[in-house]
């Protein structure tokens, strides 16, 4: 029997959702799209982000920090794990439910609480980038710096917003236990919202005020796997060049070569698109046979058998 391709899907915002509810929708709706795969014949393994739910956790721990002085600021490292685990309960349930109306019944589903190593001098920490949690006014944004020490940005006209540091992933300190539950079959949840950041001090992790790119934290856990796709699930069926232009044009099959001269011409959305197309590179250059894929998650049948998507190849 061929060996079954081992696929590391990364879930963007729009399989989650933004709010309880819609969370609690989109997660029967991807499953769908992730048992059609494991339908397929492939081995899943899936990551996904927590954008909006990392911010609602935080905004959520500030508020107690109003009605209960005795509280402290709960770290972000925390906020991270607190949606990790959230996020993992309602995607563990919705694929387990999903496999079994399928009449599938020998795939066991779990979380696995991950926690990702980043570099304590990575410049990232220098230069918080990502915003997170609710828009504020200057008074608020100022009240917050000084209370919390917080940095709080200007967002395009909206308003201030916490910026957190977004640091680059470097070891994934479960993978041990990860691997094993993919090598005995198990459907296996990782490195949710990039994964919990910590710095390694001596035999004691420590959690790292950063939030990591969940594109990037994939395509290291892809890597650690030996899988043979990445593929990135997101808002467009595509890649573009000039995006959002008269001159837009969709890519179907671009080389890695392509893909960083494409980069280089600053085709794709820091914060969007680009870290996607940087994690895709990353993997399909490092070895023979590895693709990525990016592309919307309701397609990610008809991608893998490589009718739409936007592929990545050496
Ligand atoms: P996710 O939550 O899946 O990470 P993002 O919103 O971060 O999604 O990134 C996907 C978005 O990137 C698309 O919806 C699109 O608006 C934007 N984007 C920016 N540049 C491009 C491009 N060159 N081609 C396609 N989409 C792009
Ligand atoms: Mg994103």
Same mark, same amino acid.
């Given at each position: 029997?061929?060996?079954?391709?081992?696929?590391?899907?990364?879930?963007?915002?729009?399989?989650?959702?933004?709010?309880?509810?819609?969370?609690?929708?989109? @997660?029967?709706?991807?499953?769908?799209?992730?048992?059609?795969?494991?339908?397929?014949?492939?081995?899943?393994?899936?990551?996904?982000?927590?954008?909006?739910? @990392?911010?609602?956790?935080?905004?959520?721990?500030?508020?107690?920090?109003?009605?209960?002085?005795?509280?402290?600021?709960?770290?972000?490292? @925390?906020?991270?794990?607190?949606?990790?685990?959230?996020?993992?309960?309602?995607?563990?349930?919705?694929?387990?439910?999903?496999?079994?109306?399928?009449?599938?019944?020998?795939?066991?589903?779990?979380?696995?609480?991950?926690?990702?190593?980043?570099?304590?001098?990575?410049?990232?920490?220098?230069?918080?980038?990502?915003?997170?949690? %609710?828009? @504020?006014?200057?008074?608020?944004?100022?009240?917050?710096?000084?209370?919390?020490?917080?940095?709080?940005?200007?967002?395009?006209?909206?308003?201030?917003?916490?910026?957190?540091?977004?640091?680059?992933?470097?070891?994934?300190?479960?993978?041990?236990?990860?691997?094993?539950?993919?090598?005995?079959?198990?459907?296996?949840?990782?490195?949710?919202?990039?994964?919990?950041?910590?710095?390694?001090?001596?035999?004691?992790?420590?959690?790292?005020?950063?939030?990591?790119? %969940?594109?990037?934290?994939?395509?290291?856990?892809?890597?650690?796997?030996?899988?043979?796709?990445?593929?990135?699930?997101?808002?467009?069926?595509?890649?573009?060049?000039?995006?959002?232009?008269?001159?837009?044009?969709?890519?179907?099959?671009?080389?890695?070569?392509?893909?960083?001269?494409?980069?280089?011409?600053?085709?794709?959305?820091?914060?969007?698109?680009?870290?996607?197309?940087?994690?895709?590179?990353?993997?399909?250059?490092?070895?023979?046979?590895?693709?990525?894929?990016?592309?919307?998650?309701?397609?990610?049948?008809?991608?893998?058998?490589?009718?739409?998507?936007?592929?990545?190849?050496?």
């Amino acid at each position: 029997m061929a060996k079954k391709k081992r696929i590391v899907i990364a879930l963007g915002g729009n399989a989650l959702g933004n709010t309880l509810p819609e969370q609690m929708k989109a @997660v029967k709706i991807t499953a769908k799209a992730i048992v059609d795969l494991i339908e397929e014949g492939c081995e899943v393994v899936v990551a996904h982000g927590n954008g909006p739910q @990392v911010g609602m956790v935080n905004n959520a721990m500030i508020a107690l920090t109003h009605e209960d002085k005795a509280q402290p600021n709960t770290p972000l490292s @925390v906020c991270v794990a607190m949606s990790q685990a959230y996020i993992g309960y309602d995607l563990q349930n919705a694929l387990q439910e999903e496999l079994l109306n399928r009449g599938i019944t020998n795939i066991p589903v779990a979380t696995m609480i991950t926690q990702v190593r980043v570099d304590a001098d990575d410049p990232a920490f220098q230069a918080p980038s990502k915003p997170i949690g %609710k828009f @504020v006014d200057y008074k608020q944004a100022a009240q917050m710096e000084r209370d919390f020490s917080y940095i709080m940005k200007e967002d395009a006209g909206r308003g201030y917003r916490r910026v957190v540091a977004s640091p680059k992933p470097v070891e994934i300190i479960e993978i041990g236990t990860i691997r094993n539950m993919v090598e005995s079959g198990d459907l296996v949840i990782a490195c949710g919202g990039g994964g919990i950041p910590v710095i390694r001090q001596g035999n004691h992790l420590k959690g790292a005020s950063a939030v990591i790119d %969940k594109d990037f934290a994939s395509c290291l856990l892809a890597k650690e796997l030996d899988a043979d796709f990445l593929i990135i699930l997101t808002a467009v069926e595509k890649v573009a060049l000039h995006y959002g232009t008269p001159e837009e044009t969709w890519l179907d099959n671009v080389s890695v070569a392509e893909a960083n001269q494409y980069i280089k011409e600053g085709h794709f959305a820091p914060g969007s698109m680009l870290p996607k197309v940087q994690a895709a590179v990353s993997f399909a250059s490092s070895k023979p046979g590895r693709t990525a894929l990016i592309t919307l998650l309701e397609n990610s049948r008809d991608a893998i058998q490589g009718k739409t998507g936007t592929t990545f190849h050496l």
